[in-house]
């Protein structure tokens, strides 16, 4: 199997400069201390913001789960109130996509209670309308309210209107909206929902503190089915429930939804008691004070960057699938060994996560995540930092990390040579100690060819991985065993997006009928095993749109029917006689997978040359790479398969070494 990462060393140099523009501090004239219910008791209304986009366009979703509601024996004590918008096409319901409408339930259908202009669904404007309207016409004792749509985090919001170019409601929008609706208030909504990726975070439950007492959201994506609402509204019909134990329904029902669906092992779900917010506000702002004064130090920011880096990860995190940049918060705590404060930020975070639901690869889920730039994009840190950061010594940090970077952090005092048992090493000076992130190398087929005088290598990717050897003395060799990871049979480009003691997640492109899309997979690790774990399929995930930022929503599973094509890149380089190089336009190289149950197997690689490159990554996301091996394979396929290469002894040889620092694998 691909084995687990080399951790080297890691360090993030984060001090930082304040900025001005982010989310607004919690403002005392928005709690309410003697908070009078605003309807009989018992009662219960529910205002469902019902943004479609091309989760209905595409496959109806939103009118599913309308469904689900309009099938449930709905309590006389609950009024259910719907707005709809945002959908190209409303493949039910006779709902029109081109005007906003809100409805009754009642009776089993929808009630139309009035039509209104086309707006989007993502501006702050309409869902404060929306509020204002429920409010005045369906108070409760309790009032909830749930987004649906997509998520894409605490940057990029909530609630993607298909027909404004997928214009999102961003959380100073939702707080400017609630802020409006609470002033003709006299009680907070019972819970606020987010039935959408990625949106249990610290940021969104910071800002939604002031507003409700509960939140209900998840930390990682969602499938499109989303929640159970039938077990929703049941669990509204016991008149003394709160937001509490209709959240807890909330994550029971969404759990048992994805276990049906074979979805559940990377469903997340949490309640968040947003009156326990005050606390935890004080633990984060004290932790990020002392990862401020700790990032003066590199060996500080080392074992900050490090807990960063090894903790639970949310969205998409990799190349082709885009960067959410979420992390679990309480598991980052937990590895922050060196921060006094950390303790206190756990012990804050057990308070105000008060019931959750994780499958088996998202354990290290505690309830929260928050924004940390493990892979750096410059745009979206500063979005971060001027519009969302809630606190001002984190926002320090950032800012101060990504500032001043050193020009040259990795330096080699070995860019690649030849050992003596035949393995290709680096070294790295130790100055480059408290800079590194990662190491991994980069797999290549390649033929070579001579034409008019210059020499064509043509390579073909098959992705990165971390099975190496690191020594004391900062010095990495290679660990060749000969094989790599196939779907059913057939190789794929493979780079891993997560890594712990339990289990190990990588993605890989594919075209899942006809449609370029991302295939997830685990090994999970079982020493009980001759192969030391197995191999398991997560699903298919489009990732995150490069233009809006928004995630896609859930993880499509593979089909024995489903016609799969594996995707690969091919790229060919020219080396004139007068040293010039060339490289080509990059190659989409599509193999078609034989169809039937699919399968990821690791299969011995074709006895022939590969060109072999280490990459080292630093803590900005600066990529620096060794010199290119050329790796010649002394073992056969039936050899490899009859015996797999023992510890220390590898499936090829390192024959040559080119020395250039050109690489293919960006």
Known sequence: MIKRFLALGITLALVGVVLGGC?????????????????????????????????????????KNLDEILKADLPE?????????????????????????????????????????QASMGDGGTLRDFLQYGVEHYPAEKMCVILWDHGSGSIDGV???????????TLAEIELALEDVSQTMTDKFEFFGLDACLMANYETAHMLSPYARFMVASEEIEPS????????????ADQSSSGREIGKAICDGYYEKCREKGQEDTATLSVIDLESMDELQTAFDEMAGEMYQDSIEPMGIQAIARSAYNAQKFGGTSGGEGYSNLIDLGHFADNAGNLSTAQSVLEALDKA????????????SQGLSFYY??????????????????????????????????????????RGSIREDGSFQIQ????????????????????????????????????????MVGEKNLTIHSNFRGVWVTLNGCKLYATMVEDNEEYTIFTAPIVLNGKPTNLRFAFLWDQTTEEGGTYKILGAWNGIDPVTGMSDKGITELRPTDDIQTLTYRQTVEVTEDGDVFYSEEERCLQQVPGGEYTITEEPLEKQDYAYQMVVTDIFGGRHTSYLAKMHMIKTPQEL??????????????????????????
């Open 77 to 117: 004590n609950v009024q259910v109130v719907v707005q709809t918008g945002g959908a190209e096409k409303w493949r039910s319901h006779d709902i029109p996509s081109d005007c906003l409408n809100r409805y009754l339930v009642e009776d089993g259908r929808l009630t139309l209670l009035e039509t209104l202009p």
């Open 428 to 467: 790295l000076a130790s100055s480059s100690q408290n800079y590194i992130l990662s190491v991994s190398y980069g797999l290549m087929e390649y033929e070579v060819e001579q034409k008019d005088g210059s020499t064509m290598l043509t390579a073909t990717l098959l992705g990165e991985d971390n099975d």
């Open 23 to 63: 989310i607004r501090q919690k403002q005392e004239e928005a709690q309410l201390v003697n908070a009078v219910p605003m309807g009989d008791k018992g009662t219960y209304s529910l205002f469902l913001y019902l943004c479609g986009s091309d989760l209905e366009t595409k496959q109806g979703a939103a009118g």
């Open 225 to 236: 089915g989303g929640w159970d609402y039938d077990v929703l509204l049941a669990a509204m």
């Open 373 to 414: 730039p493990s892979y750096p994009d410059e745009d979206q840190r500063k979005r971060y930092c001027e519009e969302v950061c809630p606190s001002e010594d984190y926002r320090r940090y950032l800012e101060q990390a990504y500032t001043d970077i050193p020009e040259d952090p990795i330096q080699f005092t070995d």
């Open 159 to 169: 609630a993607n209107d298909q027909n404004f170019d997928f214009d999102s409601l």
């Open 641 to 666: 398969e009859q015996n797999p290469v023992e510890e220390g002894q590898y499936a090829a040889e390192a024959e040559s070494v080119m020395e250039t620092t050109d690489t293919l694998l960006e």
């Open 353 to 364: 996560v008060v019931y959750q639901v994780t499958g088996a690869q998202k354990d290290r």
